[in-house]
């Protein structure tokens, strides 16, 4: 059983205005006629020329609740609201409200079943949790093409898989679904595996390899669309362990500056990838973003240095030490020195946009994407 939740709209507010407006006329009915006549003129001219016309945003959210008592929700699922075809808008939402509801429903079985068994067996039982949020990432202005991502977690007893379902269509009279084929053409499929598996190439300790690994993506492949960028998204553990938690490749769009094998490059960095030091700098791997990006990277050992080298581009960095060098610059310190956890070395997230001049972009849910400079 669930109950639902819509956001205030400006439909409500304007119901609201209008039973104040009657409230207002009954408080005045004991005037002269002329003098109620010559306020509500006044009042009416009055709003007119001070409300101006807003436009209902593109997605208002609506919250799903559970009853189930060992099931915490923090559901938010979208709602669209004036697209072009409202026949395509009503089956959409009601697809997306359908899942999320189906995912309701098997998390309070689940969690009711198990709270059950801790009754019987004596064991504690702590409540499953079960989130759905959604991101907006394209949201028509730029060629119609409205991009949207939910994404379904739940935490349970052996905890649960996450999932991201995307959703891609143009804002038209007759909506249509957008594809990867859409997007770059007949040879998609070729252009899309090759720049997953270089970066996976570049990252091989990351990854499931041979036949565990990358075979190409398939007819149904998730992706999303954000700012002239697709993002090839993979479910957990479908190409790498569980501690890559749903891999990202960044793949431009053609006509979006991708000019050379370099501006089409992009490293995208999950929010557990990366973590904060005791100085609050943002700490990454630097060989794991580097080499998607078509760096060399090589470890010195016995130096305890990692060089970094692409064309005519040089740096090193070396443990514990805060000094950032460029070419024949002076080094530089950042306010955090690097530092090796679990094998792999992490720098300050300033050394690539700073030291070598890439751009990062970090979106609302935490992901940093690393491109080369445009």
Known sequence: MKTMKHTTTPLTRTLAAAGLAGILMISASGLPSSHVHAETRTAASTDQAETPAITPPLVTSKTLQSKEKWLETDIKIPVFQGLADTKYQEQL???????????????????????????????????????????????????????????????????????????????????????????????????????????????????????????????????????????????????????????????????????????????????????????????????????????????????????????AVWSAVTLNKDAYSFGKMAPRPLGSAPEMKGGHVYVPLAFLTDILHLQAKQDKHGDITVTAAQ
Do not use: C
């Not at 098997?106 to 009754?119: D, L």
């Not at 379902?165 to 770059?184: H, S």
């Not at 990358?214 to 993002?231: E, K, L, M, N, P």
């Open 93 to 311: 939402n009601d697809i997306i409200e359908s899942h999320a509801s189906k995912d309701m429903a098997k998390w309070e079985k689940e969690a009711a079943e198990t709270a059950a068994s801790a009754q019987k067996n004596g064991y504690t039982m702590r409540p499953y949790q079960l989130t759905i949020t959604y991101e907006l990432t394209s949201d028509g202005t730029d060629g119609d093409l409205i991009s949207l991502k939910v994404i379904t977690e739940g935490m349970g007893m052996n905890n649960g898989v996450p999932r991201v379902d995307t959703y891609n269509f143009r804002n038209e009279a007759e909506a249509q679904r957008v594809t990867l084929e859409d997007l770059f053409g007949r040879d998609y499929k070729a252009i899309v595996d090759q720049a997953v598996k270089t970066a996976i190439a570049a990252d091989q300790e990351n990854y499931f390899q041979h036949e565990d690994g990358f075979q190409g993506i398939d007819a149904g492949q998730a992706f999303y669309v954000s700012g002239g960028t697709a993002y090839i998204v993979f479910q957990k553990y479908s190409s790498a362990p569980g501690a890559a938690g749903m891999p990202e490749f960044a793949v431009k769009l053609p006509g979006q500056g991708q000019a050379t094998e370099e501006q089409a490059a992009a490293a995208v960095m999950k929010s557990g990838v990366y973590y904060k030091d005791n100085n609050g700098k943002i700490m990454v791997p630097a060989a794991q973003v580097l080499r998607q990006l078509h760096f060399d990277v090589k470890w010195n050992g016995k130096n305890k240095t990692a060089e970094i080298s692409k064309g």
